[in-house]
């Protein structure tokens, strides 16, 4: 049997913070036009202000898990690394306050690998993928790579 792999990038639009932005239907499209039969698929994150995470698509509950994510580390705190008077490191000309994002993307992870069996991704009933925003509007990269046979 061959081992192969196949890689895609999907540039995502955010629009606010937190935002849970399902990209299921994406990954399972990748998954579905590799014609994979068994191996494992990594959808990735490229950024330290967002997260991918699987979890349940229900509408009351994206607003619980938002108002979780914004208590575990508050906007309005002080973050070192939101004070330009004395951060040296990793400036940008476009730099903004997001001590915050980068906190709270440490309870989340960057990345979920998924298994893919005879063909399907073996999500759960409820399960969905999702890329969730943490930081402000922007465009993100979701990196999509599956291995197997």
């Keep these: 049997m061959l081992t192969s792999t196949s890689t895609e990038v999907l540039e995502i639009q955010t629009t606010k913070a937190p935002e849970f932005i399902d990209i299921t239907e994406e990954v399972e499209k990748f998954v579905e036009d590799r014609e994979l039969e068994n191996g494992a698929l990594v959808v990735f994150s490229r950024h330290t202000t967002a997260a991918i995470r699987i979890n349940e698509h229900e509408s009351l509950l994206l607003k619980d898990m938002a108002d979780f994510i914004k208590a575990f580390a508050r906007k309005d705190e002080y973050y070192r690394h939101n004070d330009f008077s004395i951060r040296t490191e990793n400036m940008t000309e476009d730099e903004v306050p997001n001590g915050h994002a980068h906190c709270q993307s440490l309870g989340m992870g960057a990345s ?6 005879d063909g399907e991704l073996q999500l759960g009933n409820w399960q969905r993928v999702f890329l969730i925003e943490l930081d402000h509007a922007r465009t993100r990269s979701v990196i999509l790579q599956v291995i197997g046979e």
């Design 112 to 117: 979920e690998t998924i298994p893919v069996i």
